[in-house]
């Protein structure tokens, strides 16, 4: 059980690998509010998490994005 409008990932993670799983998991949960389906939203998350691991320096301000589609998402 995840409450609503939480992510958790794995504290066995790696800490270089956890910005990547968060900015997946925010980026997904973000598509899935707006009604698409789990696999296509977990497909384009997993591109999203790909092109932010082959330039490292694109990651904060990512998961940042993420955060702030999170907050203005009306409940």
Not at 17 to 27: A, D, M
Not at 42 to 63: G, N, T
Request: charged residues 45%.
């Amino acid at each position: 059980f995840i409450p609503k409008n939480e992510v958790w990932i794995d504290d066995d993670l790696k800490a270089e690998g956890r910005k990547y799983t968060l900015l997946h998991e925010l980026h997904e949960r973000n598509l899935m509010a707006t009604g698409m389906r789990y696999n296509k939203a977990h497909q384009r998350s997993s591109i999203a998490e790909l092109k932010c691991r082959r330039k490292p320096e694109k990651i904060d301000e990512a998961v940042e994005r993420e955060l702030e589609k999170t907050k203005n998402r009306k409940p």
